[in-house]
């Protein structure tokens, strides 16, 4: 099993920035690639960002390109979601999650709470 625990959410105003981490455990962490999903209030969840197990491959949605960066640290088993010029519309809860090669997202964390006023 993994276990993964986010932080780094909170209240900015737009324009402003944060930065989400989210720590893993129970597993070796360079065996799962990683994603951060975003649920806006009353909307489905949807794919943010994904990085590769090693951090040489990453793919964003289209609304957090240029805006938003991915990254990992390995040897602290953390992954991290960077987030410059942020929007109202940013505004949800961030799940960060852990897949195997040819799985699906099958590890979850419990979500932290970013909110953007405008």
């Known amino acids: 099993q993994v276990q993964l625990v986010e932080a780094g959410g909170g209240l900015v105003q737009a324009g402003g920035s944060l930065r989400l981490s989210c720590a893993a455990s129970?597993?070796?962490?360079?065996?799962?690639?990683m994603g951060w999903f975003r649920q806006a209030p009353g909307k489905e969840r949807e794919f943010a960002a994904a990085?590769?197990?090693?951090?040489?491959?990453?793919s964003y949605v289209d609304s957090v390109k240029g805006r938003f960066t991915i990254s990992r640290d390995n040897a602290k088993n953390t992954v991290y979601l960077q987030m410059n010029s942020l929007k109202p519309e940013d505004t949800g809860v961030y799940y960060c999650?852990?897949?195997?090669?040819?799985?699906?997202?099958?590890?979850w964390g419990q979500g932290t709470q970013v909110t953007v006023s405008s």
């Open positions: 999650a852990g897949r195997l090669m040819g799985s699906q997202y099958d590890y």
């Open positions: 129970g597993r070796t962490f360079s065996s799962l690639r």
């Open positions: 990085i590769s197990r090693y951090g040489d491959s990453t």
